[in-house]
């Protein structure tokens, strides 16, 4: 196969990272995949991947490297551990990390690389475990020209709207954005199913016109039948967007901006995970508004 870029290190297997490799190698990349919990390396392989030992297994041979960990502080340790990218890839590696992280942690860690000869391209995603299996993900790249234009034939493979958004980081400001209105999204529409329910309106039909219109969005689609079923498992789990919460309010004060929804939003997800409920889908916000109405406990 001529294809350039060939071989890539994906590491995260979770859930938005296990599909994203299975479609690699599915469009015939050559995909060594590396998690902390081995069965889900062991589904990789079975797809036809190939397994690493560990990072700096991985990433030795690989043209590109593609990260997809939970939080800034497990990217960090992938680039700069001993067995980190950093030590281990080849100069000239493509790093793609589709992690949704701090801005300013993407644009340090993009500086490192550069002076190490390795190519960064930050390109969180968006689209959830659906947009993720089924391959249309929305993702905001930030990045060197060039660079993003290497990472995009890799990108479309797992992904519908690629956009470069501007240079290094300029991915996660955008991503940050993203989850702002996701989260004040699904809280409203939380507060709509409650509102709708108490006055004995048939929710189903309600959400289908509301989806027509002005109201309509991604979250209603997606998240309206679950929603109005009161089934929560993730998905995206709260206790992630509580991390990409705290992210943008964090940037947004740091830009000297108000997001007084946003932060209010913030800390209805956060009240939530410190009842117990971090490991839920973020449409379990349901469950707060519920409770806030009296018609029944969180836990
Ligand atoms: P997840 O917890 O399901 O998966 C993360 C995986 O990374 C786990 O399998 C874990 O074993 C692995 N991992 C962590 N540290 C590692 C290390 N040092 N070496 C090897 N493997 C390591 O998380 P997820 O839901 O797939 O989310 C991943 C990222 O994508 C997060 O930043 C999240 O905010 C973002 N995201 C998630 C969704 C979603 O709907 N789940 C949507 C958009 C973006």
């Known amino acids: 196969m001529t294809t350039p870029n060939r071989t890539i290190a994906f590491i995260g297997l979770g859930i938005m ?16 995949g590396h998690n902390l919990s081995r069965l889900a390396v062991d589904v990789l392989v079975e797809r036809g991947g190939r397994a690493a030992t560990d990072t700096a297994d991985a990433v030795r041979e690989a043209d590109v490297v593609i990260t997809m960990v939970p939080d800034s502080p497990d990217v960090e340790d992938l680039v700069f551990a001993e067995d980190g990218i950093l030590a281990n890839a080849k100069p000239g590696t493509l790093h793609i990390d589709c992690s949704t992280i701090r801005p300013d942690v993407s644009r340090r860690i993009a500086e490192a690389e550069v002076e190490r000869g390795i190519r960064p391209v930050d390109a969180p995603v968006s689209g959830g475990e659906a947009g993720a299996v089924e391959a249309v993900l929305s993702i905001m790249v930030g990045g060197d020209t060039a660079d993003v234009e290497a990472a995009r034939p890799i990108l479309d493979v797992v992904g519908k709207t690629v956009v470069h958004v501007g240079p290094a980081g300029a991915g996660q400001t955008v991503k940050a954005a993203n989850q702002l209105i996701v989260a004040g999204n699904i809280q409203l529409v939380a507060e709509a199913l409650v509102f709708l329910e108490a006055h004995g309106v048939d929710t ?33 789990r709260i206790d992630l967007h509580h991390k990409d919460l705290g992210i943008v309010t964090a ?17 209805l997800v956060g009240s939530l995970r ?19 109405s009296g018609k029944g406990p969180t836990t």
């Open 17 to 32: 990272g296990a599909p994203m490799a299975a479609h690699l190698v599915d469009a015939g990349y050559d995909v060594v």
């Open 204 to 236: 189903e039909s309600a959400l289908a016109v509301l989806g027509g219109g002005l109201a309509g969005s991604a979250v209603l689609d997606r998240k309206g039948a679950t929603m109005r079923a009161r089934t929560f498992a993730p998905g995206f």
């Open 274 to 292: 410190a009842q117990g409920h971090g490991g839920l889908d973020h449409s379990a916000l349901l469950m707060q508004v519920d409770q806030l």
């Open 251 to 267: 940037a947004a004060r740091a830009a000297g901006v108000a997001i007084p929804l946003g932060a209010h939003v913030a800390q």
